[in-house]
């Protein structure tokens, strides 16, 4: 295969909305969802007149994700803007951040992959949205001015798998660092990828294409795979690859060419001369406080024993995670419980706010006294978890207590060998894998409930063992 | 005929006048005169009412909100004003209303200050003469067949008229100052940042100040004190506290330094505005001014750093005006030519002139060469004038190298309408306070106008300075 021959070059550039209240430049409240053009004024309408007035809020989340990263924070930066004409741009340019961004190098730790290099953080304005309807094209400008962070990385992407891991890893992060919701639906966290590819062995990069609309994790594969196999069969039937922007098309999974290289907009950049510098003084940069990333999170709990799979389960979903944060002891049939049985029932629907954490402990408890089996232990969690009631009570509620009475157990146990002779027989002759079956018949006699170590003791001593 | 502002506030204190009366005397005299020089675009004649009757009720009560309380003013029409249709001399923006107030016609109304009405200027403030106003031409009130100077000649034109008695304007390279001479009252450009730029339609950001005109210092001084200050809404405008300007015009100038820059006196310069100005140098040392001849070398280098500055700035502000959301929208089929027809239609030929060369200026592999060197001969600019500063308190010059033009005389020259400005635009690469003050009339019966330039957040000394230069009596147009 030609593709073998080819080693694909990959850098993403994600914009990642942060979590203020309001938009970065005015008051408006940035919530998702609102009928169209009911969350604005002139700032961000871009009415004749207006002036965008810098909010702080959007500023310590960037700082936050530039220290969360290990980026060299710039303690003054300045705003530049970018030029160019679109529908959904009401000022016909962007605020954003050109020559000096407030975060500069860091890299994105991936779990299982390695790090990837950043080439910078910058603070921007998102723009409005046009929506294509069959009268005409309108456009919603609520989400004119929400922040935006732009975390450009290296191209030190090797295939489509990383780039889909990177960006897994990173969005991840974002969610942590409780700056960024990470949902690609709404678009509050939106990539577009670099591809190029070169000979194995090559040194320099080849004509690199940039993929725009690509919006869930698979597409995101699916446009690069799509690309490189398409950029490696032009070189191999002696073509060339034109720089240019691609467009994902997501129903046929192919990428499509938007502009070239000459149609590219040249956006005019120069420094914002409505807002002055963006300071920030060392207190402030030190005064923001980063949480534990996930990739941290997984080497604490891989080193409490919890398996890499399991770790990687609980780390992709926080309220897993919070569950077993809070469970008062750690063993390693904790975290196998929680990302099995309780990660069920959570996408299932909700968990039940009544529940504890504390209940997987008493689960456990009852499962080493003999009082329910382990089979049982899982259905008396799941309807805890569901109904919010202690396991004790359901355990008692539903009389899900084991037989463990050998009076009790002897009766079953002779009803099952007098009503299977023939078996009886095969297990005198040496078929001792019967006793299986045996037990399985008292099980079933006794609705489950039969304690099966009395049982195979029991069924052994009849059966002269 | 409506007095100077100055004396104007003090007739209103003392009870004199009331606010309704002087606005009926502003609204007739604009009625008589505005068919002829058409300094006015429309009139907020309900909304004036309103706020004179109101004004002479607190004056009644002797609650006046203070000196332009009921003191009809006029805005230039790149103000927003809530509710009233608001151009900026363009077709673009023609039947724009804007849902909100500039913060300078905020504060102008919370000070009592009667709107009486938009005021016309050269399309998005770009120009010498008023003529690139899409609503017609504003004439001069000391010749008809002249312009009042821009881009804020209706401003400069109504003030010296005597329709109201004060105005605001904005300054951008020169837009207060030089028609202020031209028409012979006073007009001040602040410091950069002294005013809120918030509701004010952009030409320039970093160039653009809001200013205001008065025949007399004292009226400019008393609405300066009305619009200047910090405004969250302008993050480029200054937290420092606001003097009390009119209490400066108390203190002597005896003692100030003035420097006269030899640059500005050289080629181009018509002998007897120069000769004006040299009697207003005069009249300062007789008041005890000492006077030194200074250099500033950068200066003849200024025209051209603005017209890449301004027109760079320009052409991303006016990126806005595209007919999606407001003004004029071309009919087409789609977007590109829905995009270019309505800016061909829109736009008058300076404002394109200025969106291109703005646009070359800033394109992939211009930039270096023409915008960041601007950049850095503006910083050698200011730097000339902070040497002056730790020489002397104030630099003074002509506001314009000769009296008002005849209409038409420029409009096929674009350099030579550009060469009008060529004193005053280095105040706003500098970012300094410049006022320019009536000097005298040419043999012609033509006002000059004397300027001075101060050291950043020193509005007092010009004041003073000014106030020193200026007429005892003013003379009235015909």
Redesign the interface.
Known sequence: MPVADFEPVIGLEVHAQLLTRSKIFCACPTAFGAPPNTQVC?VC??????????NQGSIEMAIKAGKAFGCKIAERSIWA?K?Y?Y?DL????QISQYELPICLGGAVPVPGLRNIGLTRIHLEEDAGKNIHAEAG?E?DLNRSGVPLIEIVGEPQLRSAEEASEYLKALRLSLIYLGINDGNLEEGSFRCDANVSVRRKGATIFGTRVELKNINSFRFVRQAIDYEIARQVELIESGGKVLQETRLFDNAAGVTRSMRSKEEAN?Y???PE????PLLLSRELIASVQVPKLPHQLLAELTAAGVSAADGHTLIENPELLRIYDQAPTHQSRTAQVIVNEVARVLKEGAIHRDFSPAWIEDVFRLQDLGTISSTVGKEVLAEALRTGKPPERIVSEKGLAQVSDTGALETVVDAVLARSPGEVEKYKGGKKNLLGFFVGQAMRDLKGKGNPGALNGLFKKKLGD | MIAPLGQLSLALARGEVTPTALLEESLSRIRALDPQVHPFMRLTEPQAQAAARAASARRAAGKALGPLDGVPVGLKDIFCMEGVETTAGSKILQGYVPPYDATVVRKLKEAGAVIVGKLNMDEFAMGSSTENSAYGVTRNPWDLERTPGGSSGGSAAAVAARMVPGALGTDTGGSIRQPAAMVGCAGMKPTYGRVSRFGVIAFASSLDQVGPFAQDVRGVALLLQAIAGHDDNDQTSSARPVPDYAAALERRVAGLRVGVPREYFGEGLAPEVAALVRAGIEKLRGAGCSISEISLPNSPHAIATYYIVATAEASSNLARYDGVRYGHRAKAGQLLEMYERTRAEGFGAEVKRRIMLGTYALSAGYYDAYYLRAQKVRALIRRDFDNAFTMVDAVLSPTSPTTAFKLGERTDDPLAMYLSDVYTVPANLAGLPGISVPCGFDSSKLPVGLQLIGKPFDEETLLRLAHAVEPEKFEEPR
Do not use: H
């Open positions: 002139p309408l871009g009415l004749p007149g207006a002036l965008p007035a810098l803007r030029n004409f529908p009401p000022k016909g340019y094209s456009v040249d005019r950049y120069f001369p409505d807002l002055p």
